[in-house]
């Protein structure tokens, strides 16, 4: 069981690693750009959790003048404080900032005066605003999940949350069950994930490994949340000639005439593919309106030149279809926000400058793969 539980640590340690690596570098493309940070969380525990079976530690305390059990303990205690503080940005970073940072500062100052002053309650203190933090994020994704557009993303966090309510709960009922909830043993982990290998923590070691490679594993196999959804298919577009028309390298050979301008702005092509990626889903979702790539230029404060090649070489369709494809996709956005319970589908078609509400239906089921009347 030992040879198996470092085995399950080594692995688990290198693909919490390999996840964080990949979202630290598609951050600028990332849907939640904290999920990177948690990962990371994750493979310092393991990362730490290993060093500390083979590290000479008699060594540790000759160089260093203190214990590496002593450190080990206090950092990733300090590691686990930060563990809800990543979970309530990774649910709510999309919605008010101000009130999101201020929710983030007030439970870190809070759980780390308690630490500071080593009172026996910090573990239930700790417990507290886990389990706090984490109804505060399944309530917002339960309540609001329209924000979660991507089915993938949803299930993912849903999961999380879960996940993370099931483990408090165990660490809760462990505490109580031992007699160490109130004791002045400050370290919530050194009784549940204890570093060292013995009898009484192997299962739940093996249970924790076992978490951390789902997890990675489910990030690393899920495009979506790896690289961002917008950069890959959604389930309701089933025609492939309409598969996602934004990419962020060059799609095809560069003409001669536009070589000069290539190189002026080949170190900043990515972020304007994001920043039309941006400017798309507002027009879709009915907060700002443009028809042309000069209005386009004019709303991102962009030279029109830059626009108009990013628009030729990163996207699959002309500006004509584009406009058309996105038009479709603000008007399938109407109908969830409840457009067509007092409209019908003829207003909705002038609202796009179709007459024909025949010609509207076929548009709009080669784009979004159903007929408006079916579409939810």
């Known amino acids: 069981m030992n040879s198996f539980i470092l085995i399950t640590s080594a692995f688990a340690a290198i693909l919490t690693f390999l996840s964080a690596s990949i979202l630290l570098k598609n951050q600028t493309k990332i849907y939640l750009k904290s999920l990177w940070g948690l990962s990371f969380i ?20 000759y160089i260093f003048g203190f214990y590496f059990k002593n450190f080990h303990l206090n950092l990733i205690s300090n590691l686990t404080l930060s563990y809800p503080v990543f979970l309530t940005i990774l649910v709510t970073e999309k919605n008010n900032q101000l009130r ?29 605003s886990c389990i706090t933090i984490s109804f505060n994020c399944i309530y917002n994704i339960i309540i609001k999940k329209e924000k979660y557009e991507d089915y993938y993303l949803f299930k993912f966090l849903m999961i999380l949350f879960l996940l993370t309510l099931l ?27 204890n570093f060292e290998i013995n ?14 490679i789902s997890f990675s594993l489910y990030i690393l196999l899920t495009k979506r949340i790896l690289h961002g959804k917008y950069f890959y298919e959604t389930d309701s577009i089933i025609n492939n000639n309409f ?48 028809s042309s790539i000069e209005e386009i230029s004019q709303i991102l404060n962009q030279r029109v030149i830059d626009i108009d090649f990013i628009f030729k070489y990163n996207n699959y369709l002309t500006f004509n279809k584009y406009m058309l494809k996105i038009n ?29 509400r025949s010609a509207f239906y076929t548009k709009f089921k080669e784009i979004n793969g159903y007929s408006p009347s079916k579409f939810n």
């Open 42 to 61: 994750f493979f310092l525990f393991k990362f730490f959790d290993l060093f500390n079976l083979f590290i000479n530690h008699s060594e540790f305390y």
């Open 100 to 128: 999101n940072y201020s929710l983030v500062t007030i439970t870190t100052i809070l759980t780390f005066f308690l630490y500071y002053f080593e009172t026996p309650y910090f573990k239930v203190s700790y417990i507290f």
């Open 167 to 193: 483990f408090l709960s165990f660490s809760l009922f462990y505490l109580l069950s031992i007699g160490e909830l109130l004791t002045s043993n400050l370290y919530v982990i050194d009784v549940n994930i």
């Open 199 to 212: 009898p009484e923590t192997t299962h739940f070691k093996l249970i924790f490994n076992l978490f951390l």
């Open 243 to 290: 598969k996602n028309h934004w990419n962020n390298v060059i799609l095809k050979k560069i003409e001669k005439k536009d070589l000069k301008q290539y190189e002026l702005i080949q170190a900043n092509i990515s972020n304007l593919v994001l920043h039309l990626i941006k400017l798309e889903r507002s027009y879709i979702n009915d907060n700002v309106l443009f």
């Open 328 to 356: 479709m996709l603000k008007a399938s956005s109407l109908i969830k926000k409840g457009f067509l319970k007092s409209n019908s589908v003829s207003d909705l078609a002038k609202l796009f400058g179709y007459n024909s």
